[in-house]
């Protein structure tokens, strides 16, 4: 008897959400950016971690917070009011 199992998910990565959002390419935000379209398809898919020095230049090339990108290292600052 063989079994086989379908992972299907509709989970999208930080990077991928906000590509959407703005409607940008992963040839055009590799332009934006200067990264290597496989590297950010990469990230954006979630197959490639993001490092934190990326996630800085990703802030700064492309307007994404680098606490979306990498919580663990930057939490999210909490709103006190």
Do not use: C
Not at 17 to 38: H, N, R
Not at 40 to 48: D, E, I, M
């Amino acid at each position: 008897m063989t079994v086989s199992y379908e992972y299907t998910t509709n989970m999208k990565t930080p990077l991928a959400t906000y590509l959407e959002s703005l409607d940008l390419t992963v040839a055009d935000a590799a332009k934006l950016s200067g990264t290597p379209y496989t590297t950010l398809y990469q990230h954006v898919r979630g197959l490639r971690s993001i490092r934190g020095e990326q996630a800085i230049h990703y802030e700064q090339t492309l307007d994404i917070s680098r606490s979306e990108l990498r919580p663990d290292l930057w939490p999210p600052q909490k709103d006190f009011h």
